[in-house]
């Protein structure tokens, strides 16, 4: 298995711009996780979604944020407009089964630089 | 709800030596807990967890944590650091309820010398 799959790696925009960063999770995995991780605040839970639904979207810092699963290969996190203080590394992570007690598998992060 | 506390947030040791990571958690029954290494440029992956039983717990790549539920702990151990550890070290809580996502603590950086 490729693991989970993350688009881009790296990103860099200016403010203003959309930004669009994409997930893959590992295939059969029913759980998928957004997490943004600054040096400031560590690692954030934005936003998880159980069978291509979204659960608990309570991390999203506010309207600028936005995720969609269209179906249970892919996810998206878009963020329009951008401002410089989202600059961070944004991972997605996948499981199978229930949160609580299941090994989350991470990808490699998206490194995005607002300018 | 829970949380979890990790106090150290750099740690330096030198190669061959011995490393315990603390990791506090708060819960009100008994919790599943984690531990995951982030090396650099990398996503998270799992050393070890606990879920019951056993409150020495082994993992990979050597390191074992031991849960002490008077202490409200889950530390995590290596008798012997390869230069390879240098990574970072994340303590993780989750809840019985079962859907519940995990809760993070802030980690701690791991340095190894020469």
């Known amino acids: 298995d490729a693991g989970v799959i993350q688009s881009p790696r790296h990103e860099v925009t200016e403010m203003g711009q959309e930004v669009t960063l994409r997930c893959k999770p590992i295939s059969g995995h029913n759980s998928l996780f957004w997490y943004r991780q600054t040096m400031m605040r560590g690692l954030e839970l934005l936003i998880y979604f159980n069978n291509n639904v979204p659960i608990d979207d309570s991390g999203m810092p506010e309207d600028r944020f936005s995720a969609k699963m269209p179906n249970a290969s892919f996810s998206t996190l878009k963020i329009q407009p951008s401002e410089p203080r989202d600059s961070a590394v944004y991972f997605c992570?996948?499981?199978?089964?229930?949160?609580?007690?299941?090994?989350?598998?991470f990808g490699p992060g998206t490194r995005l630089t607002v300018l | 709800a829970q949380s979890v506390t990790q106090p150290d947030i750099h740690i330096t040791v030198s190669e061959g030596a011995s490393l315990e990571l603390r990791c506090n958690y708060s819960?009100?029954?008994?919790?599943?807990l984690f531990w995951y290494v982030q090396s650099p440029g990398q996503g998270l992956q799992l050393l070890l967890k606990y879920f019951s039983g056993d409150t020495l717990v082994q993992g990979i790549k050597g390191f074992e944590a031991e849960f002490k539920r008077s202490q409200s702990s889950f530390n995590l151990r290596k008798p012997s650091v390869h230069w390879s550890d240098a990574a970072e070290y994340f303590c993780a809580v989750g809840a019985g309820s079962g859907n519940t996502p995990l809760v993070f603590g802030k980690g701690t950086r791991l340095s190894v010398i020469a």
């Open positions: 992570a996948s499981i199978l089964g229930l949160a609580s007690y299941n090994e989350q598998f």
């Open positions: 819960y009100g029954a008994t919790p599943y």
